[in-house]
């Protein structure tokens, strides 16, 4: 009779166990707010793409999304933050392409920029723009270069940071053209960009939205894109390899990540709701109006690419001898 009562009792909490875990895992995501972390102040790109998205993802998700902004090392202290956050899909890092190679630019990173972080989804590719301050007297991609080497190491490019797009697509300008011109790094592109208006600094290599309205004001000369395609708000604008420096081309997007072991469905939904949102008329009315392309990868894809950018950019920033402490 104990040996029958303890076979029902073996089974009743069976039972009981496998109902408490069914529950678990049918517990929708998400059920509080999501954090989106972004390595930059208010202001640049990646804080543009995280407030447009992140409204969406609240309105959809019926949750908060808090935009938090941790600037600081080229945006490492906030991939350093996400990278130990748990994995449970309620802090995500807001990324640009500059992202999967930090790796190979700074010496003393605290994570691995590939293998911790679960990509979730590629948002928009977007072009850069060489600008100058009205001052400087160049009023081509050729007169820039000729003057860069009339007077050497005279003429600095700025960026948000070290390691960032605005600092490569610089950096590979320098090496493609063999100009002497000095990096000027600052903690985001508000700063720099007031600095670049106000004559402090002489060039910048910056997304074609957050400065078009400057170059139609004319507090800013836009001299040539980085993409191979011309941008559609600055038509007349010759990519950077129609004005002189042949082969040149730097292309970037936005997307976001998660920590490393992410649940499949997490990120799945993640994704999809980015991509719902990407196909809404306002939305694309928007990226257009601002030079930016939707992008559509699956969140495998997303981590073949990461892994890509880091195969591409490995022997240039070798050959620039790009490292930094």
Request: with cysteine; hydrophobic share 40%; glycine share 10%.
């Amino acid at each position: 009779m104990n040996k029958i009562h303890l076979k029902t009792y073996s089974y009743i909490f069976i039972v009981v166990g496998l109902t408490i875990g069914c529950t678990h895992a049918a517990t929708p995501y998400p059920t509080k707010a999501i954090r989106f972390v972004v390595g930059f102040p208010p202001g640049g790109g990646n804080d543009a793409m995280a407030r447009l998205f992140g409204q969406r993802f609240a309105e959809r998700f019926g949750q908060s999304v808090v935009i938090d902004n941790r600037p600081g090392a080229g945006g490492n202290l906030a991939a350093e933050m996400v990278a130990k956050a748990a994995p449970d899909g309620y802090t995500i890092l807001v990324i640009s392409s500059s992202h999967p190679i930090q790796g190979l630019l700074k010496k003393h990173l605290l994570y691995d920029p590939i293998r911790d972080f679960s990509g979730v989804a590629q948002l928009v590719h977007y072009r850069s723009v060489l600008v100058t301050h009205p001052s400087v007297g160049a009023a081509t991609v050729r007169e820039l270069i000729a003057l860069t080497k009339a007077k050497p190491g005279q003429i600095n490019f700025v960026s948000p940071g070290v390691g960032t797009g605005a600092h490569l697509a610089g950096e590979l300008f320098r090496y493609m053209t063999g100009v002497n011109i000095a990096h000027i790094p600052y903690k985001g592109t508000g700063q720099a960009t007031t600095d670049l208006m106000g004559g402090r600094v002489q060039m910048m290599f910056t997304p074609t939205l957050a400065v078009v309205q400057h170059v139609q004001a004319g507090r800013l000369r836009a001299l040539g894109v980085t993409s191979v395609t011309r941008s559609r708000v600055m038509t007349d604008l010759p990519t950077l390899a129609e004005a002189g420096v042949t082969g040149y081309e730097f292309g970037a997007w936005y997307g976001i990540l998660g920590p490393a072991r992410m649940p499949a469905d997490v990120v799945n939904r993640l994704h999809a709701e980015s991509q719902r949102a990407l196909q809404a008329p306002d939305i694309k009315d928007r990226l257009n109006a601002e030079d930016l392309d939707p992008a559509n990868v699956t969140p495998a894809q997303l981590d073949d690419i990461r892994k890509a950018e880091l195969a591409k950019w490995s022997k240039i920033v070798k050959q620039l001898g790009l490292q930094f402490d």
